[in-house]
T-cell receptor
């Protein structure tokens, strides 16, 4: 069974204090790993898709990396507006319909 | 830009009422999904559709049904609302024309059943 585990559950950072979020996964043939950002009371906003081990993608202060067992979302010099819940999801190669298996998320709070 | 809209941001209904949640996407996506999101449980798939009039059960379909009469519109129906269906409901759409099916989400509907 596909499984996605995110850690830590919550992270409190000072503005400018870089850190990393972890997403560990087991899946039948990874087709894609997705990162989303979710603000309170809103729908998830797509950030990145990673397809294969060794791949990296960047967007502003965020950088996502992928290995065969886990993905990291690095937040460099975060600002208060980076406060959100970050969700990781995997798509299995055996799935015909593009379904996603989500982790529980990491809630990030960045204080000034 | 992909746009997924949901008919209501907030909804309050009474136990036993029939509830309709509507979702519309404007990107000609084949796939559409309904999730519910609850604290500590994450996003759970209720139903999805890969074409007009086609539907498949997700992980938690009990107490729900869906309708997809047009490609851009996917409706979630609570036949007889119960208090345990109080939740955040999220709609998403995707296309299988690319290497992966990136799902794009709507803003969500916060449903409270009294």
């Amino acid at each position: 069974e596909d499984q996605v585990t995110q850690s830590p559950e919550a992270l409190r950072l000072q503005e400018g204090e870089s850190s990393s979020l972890n997403c560990s996964y087991t899946v039948s043939g990874l087709r894609g790993l997705f990162w989303y950002r979710q603000d309170p009371g809103k729908g998830p906003e797509f950030l990145f898709t990673l397809y294969s081990a060794g791949e990296e993608k960047e967007k502003e202060r965020l950088k996502a990396t992928l290995t065969k067992k886990e993905s990291f979302l690095h937040i460099t010099a975060p600002k208060p507006e980076d406060s959100a819940t970050y969700l990781c999801a995997v798509q299995a190669g055996t799935d015909s319909w593009g379904k996603l298996q989500f982790g529980a998320g990491t809630q990030v709070v960045v204080t000034p | 830009d992909v746009k997924v809209t949901q008919s209501s941001r907030y909804l309050v209904k009474r136990t036993g009422e029939k509830v309709f949640l509507e979702c519309v996407q404007d990107m000609d996506h084949e796939n559409m999904f309904w999730y519910r999101q609850d604290p500590g449980l994450g996003l759970r798939l209720i139903y999805f559709s890969y074409d007009v009039k086609m539907k498949e059960k997700g992980d938690i379909p009990e107490g729900y049904s869906v309708s997809r009469e047009k490609k851009e519109r996917f409706s979630l129906i609570l036949e007889s609302a119960s208090t345990n269906q109080t939740s955040m409901y999220l709609c998403a759409s995707s296309s299988h024309r690319g290497p992966t099916d990136t799902q794009y989400f709507g803003p969500g509907t916060r449903l409270t059943v009294l």
